[in-house]
């Protein structure tokens, strides 16, 4: 399974931006897909996932606290992607994401993609 990350990039307070994930190399429906972050001089932590559900973008989803309420995880089974839509974003929103594919008891991650959000 391999896992390309886009649509990070700098942004002012308040504003927008969508990252998206694509798959290839595994069968996408049954994969866990889950976006994280990592701070400079912090640990990564968890924003958000989406499981494999029964329908074709469906699945449970997941949030941090931090970002409840401003970012959406989204999944297309038919094109094999995954999107965090972030809204509102904060100072504290800078990190490089990071996107996660995970099927017991294998994980994969991306490669990562720069959010900057600036005052």
């Known amino acids: 399974v391999q896992l390309q990350a886009s649509g990070g990039g700098l942004v002012q307070t308040g504003g927008s931006l969508r990252l998206s994930c694509a798959v290839s190399g595994g069968i996408f429906s049954m994969l866990v897909m889950s976006w994280y972050r990592q701070a400079p001089g912090k640990q990564r932590e968890l924003v958000a996932s989406?499981?494999?559900?029964?329908?074709?973008?469906?699945?449970?989803?997941n949030y941090a606290e931090s970002v409840k309420g401003r970012f959406s995880i989204s999944r297309d089974n038919a094109k094999s992607t995954v999107a965090l839509q972030m809204n509102s974003l904060k100072l504290e929103d800078t990190a490089v994401y990071y996107c996660?594919?995970?099927?017991?008891?294998?994980?994969?991650w991306g490669q990562g993609t720069q959010v900057t959000v600036s005052s």
């Open positions: 989406i499981g494999t559900g029964g329908v074709a973008t469906g699945g449970d989803t």
């Open positions: 996660n594919a995970a099927r017991w008891p294998t994980t994969v």
